[in-house]
């Protein structure tokens, strides 16, 4: 069983930053791919950035150049770099785990809130 505990949500106004974090534990294999999918009210999960093992990103377009996802792999903890927030970013994020082999994450954390907001 693999569990995903993020943290580093919070309010922010527009224009600031945030770092989530993401601790896993478990049986996690080296060559999972992390990730970080977000919910906003009345709208339909999305994929917010994922990284591989080998350190290949792939970002939403709605998050180019404003977010950076990163990883330790040795402390089995993935990081979301949040700058540039929009009140668009409001959402609940989620951290996920994917094999590397599946096209769907395996394991969900609970969510972090995120609000952007004056």
């Known amino acids: 069983q693999v569990q995903l505990v993020e943290s580093g949500g919070g309010l922010v106004q527009p224009g600031g930053s945030l770092r989530l974090s993401c601790a896993a534990s478990?049986?996690?294999?080296?060559?999972?791919?992390m990730g970080w999918y977000r919910q906003a009210p009345g709208k339909q999960r999305e994929l917010v950035a994922e990284?591989?093992?080998?350190?290949?990103?792939n970002y939403a377009d709605s998050v180019k150049g404003r977010f950076t996802i990163s990883r330790d792999n040795a402390k089995n903890t993935v990081y979301l770099q949040m700058n540039s927030l929009k009140p668009e970013d409001t959402a609940v994020y989620y951290c996920?785990?994917?094999?590397?082999?599946?096209?769907?994450?395996?394991?969900w954390g609970q969510g972090t809130q995120v609000t952007v907001s004056s």
């Open positions: 478990g049986r996690i294999f080296s060559n999972d791919a």
């Open positions: 990284i591989t093992s080998g350190g290949s990103t």
């Open positions: 996920t785990a994917r094999y590397a082999w599946a096209r769907r994450p395996a394991y």
